[in-house]
């Protein structure tokens, strides 16, 4: 055997001892109802790297074994793919894995995947075990809901009856996170969490954030929310509304600062977005009568191809300045620097370039942002 060959067999028999060296986290999974030819889908959400695995089923009901080298903290999604599918016809579960171990879940359905217990980890804490039942009411609270809205009879009491336990069981659990991440400042997983619970109002974050252990500050999770929290703090009532420039609708330059003087209303939408829709009647509205002197409307459209935002602004004829923030380049960062993070939002500013009020989600009546402005400009404002 020549010298060059028993060199690289050295070479690859050292790679397999490192890969053997490696750690490994594993996910078990058995749903009884599961069929040949059905697949996993196991994705990451939060790493540099993202991945998406697949694991088809050989037999019915079959206990696989999903295994990968573990890196860093991570949330792990699981979805089930039906035989002849193309795509999950239920939500997945995700569960989050901060260590070399073993995660378990199972059931008899795999319909009810969302709604499954999973063992491992930090799901195993106490504190996080009383929201996995939470969590499975939600879930059939969910299914319920989904089949009243496709019932033509459907009574307003039933819907608001459902939409009043989904919402009783969101704040039990949001109530059992805070508790987890309050008991646990030493868990990267209370950081995980918090990061997606930054649309509360920061004195509930900030100190929560602050009793984190060094290392938790120091981690992806915790530098996101200090990143945002900084973000949110400068986007508050009072404080300076970051200019911008971008190229509007018809070419034209639009820059923040050129309406200073003026009350004006960013609305940041989208012609993909059902409840942006259905706001822009009043919005119209509201422009129709206070438009123009002391008064003007921005449109930021996010995340829209250029022919549906156009069509969007004629059909609901919007008559006020348009820009998609597709189409500039830097554009796709304003929400986040607004700190935008659900549509539609509406920020008022006033004269003097301070934010005045945020008003996010669909309000049929009394949005804040067009009662404060009604009430800076009047009932009997004449143009």
């Known amino acids: 055997m020549n010298k060059t060959l028993l060199v690289a067999l050295a070479a690859l028999l050292a790679g397999n001892v490192q890969a053997q060296n490696n750690p490994s986290y594993k ?140 919402n009783q069981l969101t704040r039990q659990m949001q109530e059992l996170q805070r508790q987890y991440i309050a008991a646990r400042p030493q868990s990267i997983y209370s950081a995980a969490l918090l990061s997606g619970m930054l649309r509360e109002d920061p004195s509930v974050i900030v100190p929560l954030f602050e009793a984190f252990a060094p290392a938790v500050k120091e981690s992806r999770y915790g530098k996101t929310i200090a990143d945002r929290l900084a973000v949110i703090q400068a986007i508050q009532p009072g404080r300076p509304a970051p200019d911008f420039t971008l190229t509007d609708i018809d070419g034209k330059t639009l820059r923040l600062s050129d309406f200073r003087g003026k009350w004006v209303l960013l609305d940041f939408w989208g012609s993909w977005c059902i409840w942006c829709r259905k706001g822009n009647p009043a919005l119209v509205e509201l422009y129709q009568k206070y438009g123009g002197k002391d008064f003007e409307i921005i449109g930021l459209a996010a995340r829209d191809r250029e022919d549906n935002w156009k069509k969007a602004i004629a059909e609901d004829g919007l008559t006020w300045r348009h820009a998609n923030l597709a189409l500039n380049e830097g554009g796709n960062d304003l929400p986040a620097k607004y700190n935008v993070s659900g549509f539609p939002t509406k920020i008022l500013i006033d004269p003097e370039g301070n934010i005045s009020v945020i008003s996010v989600g669909y309000h049929e009546t009394d949005d804040p942002a067009a009662v404060k402005l009604i009430d800076a400009l009047g009932e009997t404002y004449v143009q």
């Open 27 to 166: 996910v078990e999974v058995c749903f009884e109802d599961t069929q040949a030819g059905g697949k996993y889908i196991f994705r990451s959400s939060d790493l540099t790297d993202n991945f998406s695995d697949t694991l088809t089923l050989k037999k019915d009901g079959e206990k696989v074994v999903f295994k990968k080298e573990y890196t860093e903290p991570f949330t792990l999604t699981l979805s089930y793919i039906a035989p002849g599918e193309q795509r999950a016809g239920v939500a997945g579960n995700a569960f989050f894995i901060d260590s070399p171990l073993t995660i378990r879940i199972s059931g008899t359905q795999a319909a009810m995947l969302p709604a499954a217990s999973v063992e491992g980890g930090v799901q195993d804490d106490p504190i996080l075990q009383q929201i996995q039942p939470i969590n499975a009411a939600m879930y059939t609270a969910f299914l319920d809901y989904q089949k009243l809205a496709r019932t033509p009879d459907a009574s307003k009491a039933e819907v608001d009856s459902l939409v009043g336990v989904l």
